[in-house]
Protein backbone atom coordinates (compact mmCIF):
# COMPACT_ATOMS: atom_id res chain seq x y z
CA UNK A 1 0.00 0.00 0.00
CA UNK A 2 1.45 3.95 -0.77
CA UNK A 3 2.02 6.14 2.04
CA UNK A 4 -0.82 8.39 0.45
CA UNK A 5 -2.93 5.17 0.78
CA UNK A 6 -2.01 4.17 4.51
CA UNK A 7 -3.95 4.64 7.68
CA UNK A 8 -2.96 7.80 9.15
CA UNK A 9 -1.49 7.76 13.03
CA UNK A 10 -1.16 11.49 13.70
CA UNK A 11 -3.54 14.56 12.62
CA UNK A 12 -1.92 18.04 12.60
CA UNK A 13 -5.00 20.66 13.96
CA UNK A 14 -4.52 23.79 12.77
CA UNK A 15 -6.11 26.79 13.35
CA UNK A 16 -6.04 30.31 11.79
CA UNK A 17 -7.21 33.25 12.79
CA UNK A 18 -7.40 35.67 9.96
CA UNK A 19 -8.50 39.19 8.99
CA UNK A 20 -11.07 38.07 6.72
CA UNK A 21 -11.95 35.56 4.17
CA UNK A 22 -10.28 36.12 1.16
CA UNK A 23 -6.78 34.46 0.58
CA UNK A 24 -5.56 36.94 -2.06
CA UNK A 25 -6.39 39.93 -0.07
CA UNK A 26 -6.53 39.53 3.89
CA UNK A 27 -3.36 37.98 5.97
CA UNK A 28 -3.16 35.55 8.10
CA UNK A 29 -3.11 37.05 12.10
CA UNK A 30 -2.50 33.55 14.42
CA UNK A 31 -1.54 30.73 13.88
CA UNK A 32 -1.75 27.52 16.50
CA UNK A 33 -0.95 23.56 15.98
CA UNK A 34 -2.11 20.61 17.83
CA UNK A 35 -0.33 17.32 16.80
CA UNK A 36 -2.43 14.56 18.35
CA UNK A 37 -2.47 10.61 17.75
CA UNK A 38 -6.00 9.26 16.69
CA UNK A 39 -6.77 8.77 19.98
CA UNK A 40 -6.58 12.57 20.25
CA UNK A 41 -4.02 12.67 22.96
CA UNK A 42 -1.66 15.70 22.22
CA UNK A 43 1.67 14.60 20.95
CA UNK A 44 2.66 18.89 20.24
CA UNK A 45 1.50 22.15 20.42
CA UNK A 46 2.30 25.15 18.55
CA UNK A 47 0.82 29.13 18.38
CA UNK A 48 2.42 32.50 17.17
CA UNK A 49 1.03 35.60 16.06
CA UNK A 50 2.23 36.88 13.03
CA UNK A 51 3.66 40.03 12.18
CA UNK A 52 2.22 42.82 10.26
CA UNK A 53 1.68 46.84 10.01
CA UNK A 54 -0.56 47.81 12.63
CA UNK A 55 -2.12 50.25 10.10
CA UNK A 56 -2.71 47.26 7.37
CA UNK A 57 -3.97 44.86 9.80
CA UNK A 58 -6.60 47.65 11.23
CA UNK A 59 -7.78 48.62 7.42
CA UNK A 60 -8.30 44.72 6.87
CA UNK A 61 -10.23 44.45 9.90
CA UNK A 62 -12.71 47.55 9.66
CA UNK A 63 -13.32 46.13 5.97
CA UNK A 64 -14.79 42.75 7.67
CA UNK A 65 -17.53 44.01 10.04
CA UNK A 66 -17.58 40.71 11.50
CA UNK A 67 -14.47 41.84 13.76
CA UNK A 68 -16.84 44.62 15.57
CA UNK A 69 -18.56 41.33 17.39
CA UNK A 70 -14.92 40.19 18.98
CA UNK A 71 -13.65 43.69 19.88
CA UNK A 72 -11.24 41.87 22.33
CA UNK A 73 -9.59 40.19 19.66
CA UNK A 74 -9.00 42.26 17.64
CA UNK A 75 -7.52 44.95 20.14
CA UNK A 76 -5.45 41.40 21.05
CA UNK A 77 -4.56 41.25 17.10
CA UNK A 78 -3.70 45.34 16.84
CA UNK A 79 -1.77 45.22 20.11
CA UNK A 80 0.28 42.30 19.06
CA UNK A 81 1.20 41.94 15.54
CA UNK A 82 3.71 44.59 14.83
CA UNK A 83 5.73 42.11 17.58
CA UNK A 84 4.99 38.81 16.39
CA UNK A 85 6.67 36.60 14.36
CA UNK A 86 7.60 37.16 10.63
CA UNK A 87 5.13 35.05 8.16
CA UNK A 88 9.01 33.00 6.92
CA UNK A 89 9.86 32.12 10.41
CA UNK A 90 5.73 30.32 11.50
CA UNK A 91 5.86 28.64 8.03
CA UNK A 92 9.84 27.37 8.97
CA UNK A 93 8.92 26.56 11.95
CA UNK A 94 5.70 24.62 11.20
CA UNK A 95 7.57 22.74 8.51
CA UNK A 96 9.90 21.71 11.33
CA UNK A 97 6.96 20.14 13.26
CA UNK A 98 5.30 18.38 10.17
CA UNK A 99 8.93 16.49 9.79
CA UNK A 100 9.46 15.86 13.43
CA UNK A 101 6.10 14.51 14.17
CA UNK A 102 5.19 13.13 10.79
CA UNK A 103 8.85 12.14 9.52
CA UNK A 104 7.71 9.92 6.14
CA UNK A 105 3.94 9.80 7.06
CA UNK A 106 1.62 12.59 5.22
CA UNK A 107 0.70 15.37 7.41
CA UNK A 108 -3.69 15.37 7.89
CA UNK A 109 -4.83 18.77 7.80
CA UNK A 110 -7.78 18.41 11.12
CA UNK A 111 -10.00 21.50 12.14
CA UNK A 112 -13.31 23.05 11.96
CA UNK A 113 -14.25 24.35 8.20
CA UNK A 114 -10.17 23.27 7.61
CA UNK A 115 -11.06 24.33 3.65
CA UNK A 116 -10.83 28.00 4.78
CA UNK A 117 -7.44 27.37 7.03
CA UNK A 118 -5.81 25.49 3.85
CA UNK A 119 -6.63 27.76 1.60
CA UNK A 120 -4.48 30.44 3.35
CA UNK A 121 -1.99 27.92 3.55
CA UNK A 122 -1.80 27.48 0.07
CA UNK A 123 -1.60 30.89 -0.29
CA UNK A 124 0.47 32.47 2.59
CA UNK A 125 3.03 29.22 3.18
CA UNK A 126 2.99 27.15 -0.09
CA UNK A 127 6.31 25.34 1.68
CA UNK A 128 4.20 23.88 4.11
CA UNK A 129 1.02 23.24 1.89
CA UNK A 130 3.58 21.16 -0.10
CA UNK A 131 4.00 18.38 3.51
CA UNK A 132 0.43 18.02 3.67
CA UNK A 133 -1.68 14.90 2.74
CA UNK A 134 -4.60 16.15 0.01
CA UNK A 135 -6.94 14.25 2.90
CA UNK A 136 -8.31 16.56 5.51
CA UNK A 137 -10.07 15.79 8.36
CA UNK A 138 -13.17 18.44 9.03
CA UNK A 139 -14.81 18.69 11.71
CA UNK A 140 -17.68 20.58 10.29
CA UNK A 141 -18.61 17.96 8.29
CA UNK A 142 -19.23 16.19 11.02
CA UNK A 143 -21.14 18.58 12.43
CA UNK A 144 -23.52 18.86 9.19
CA UNK A 145 -24.12 14.55 9.91
CA UNK A 146 -24.44 14.78 13.62
CA UNK A 147 -27.30 17.37 13.32
CA UNK A 148 -29.26 16.50 10.32
CA UNK A 149 -29.18 12.70 10.70
CA UNK A 150 -28.85 12.36 14.40
CA UNK A 151 -29.95 15.76 15.90
CA UNK A 152 -26.88 15.85 17.81
CA UNK A 153 -25.88 19.28 18.38
CA UNK A 154 -22.51 20.29 20.49
CA UNK A 155 -22.41 24.15 21.79
CA UNK A 156 -18.63 25.05 21.00
CA UNK A 157 -17.94 28.17 22.22
CA UNK A 158 -17.21 31.57 20.15
CA UNK A 159 -13.18 32.57 21.39
CA UNK A 160 -11.74 32.74 17.97
CA UNK A 161 -8.77 32.58 19.55
CA UNK A 162 -6.69 29.64 17.45
CA UNK A 163 -5.51 27.56 20.35
CA UNK A 164 -8.83 27.48 21.81
CA UNK A 165 -10.57 26.90 18.99
CA UNK A 166 -8.39 23.93 18.03
CA UNK A 167 -9.53 22.93 21.84
CA UNK A 168 -13.21 23.41 20.92
CA UNK A 169 -12.81 21.01 17.57
CA UNK A 170 -11.12 18.21 19.20
CA UNK A 171 -13.47 18.03 21.75
CA UNK A 172 -16.35 18.16 19.39
CA UNK A 173 -15.11 15.42 17.64
CA UNK A 174 -14.26 13.46 21.06
CA UNK A 175 -18.40 14.40 21.40
CA UNK A 176 -19.58 12.70 18.47
CA UNK A 177 -17.08 9.76 18.56
CA UNK A 178 -18.44 9.18 22.15
CA UNK A 179 -21.62 9.11 20.56
CA UNK A 180 -21.51 6.60 18.96
CA UNK A 181 -19.44 4.35 20.71
CA UNK A 182 -22.83 4.81 23.53
CA UNK A 183 -25.76 4.77 20.33
CA UNK A 184 -24.11 2.26 17.83
CA UNK A 185 -26.89 0.01 17.84
CA UNK A 186 -29.60 1.91 18.35
CA UNK A 187 -30.34 3.57 15.56
CA UNK A 188 -32.67 1.28 13.37
CA UNK A 189 -34.32 0.06 16.71
CA UNK A 190 -36.30 3.02 17.09
Known amino acids: MSKKHAAPTKYLWVDLEMTGL ?3 KDVILEVATEVTGTDLETISSYEAIVQHKKDKVAKLMQENIWWNSY ?3 RDVFLGGVAKGKPLAAVERELIEIVEHDFGDEPAILAGNSI ?3 RAFIKQWMPQLDLRLH ?3 LDVSAWKVVMQSMYGVQFRKPAVHRAYDDIQASIAELQYYLEWFANNANT ?3 E
Open 22 to 24: VPE
Open 71 to 73: PKN
Open 115 to 117: HSD
Open 134 to 136: YRM
Open 187 to 189: KGQ
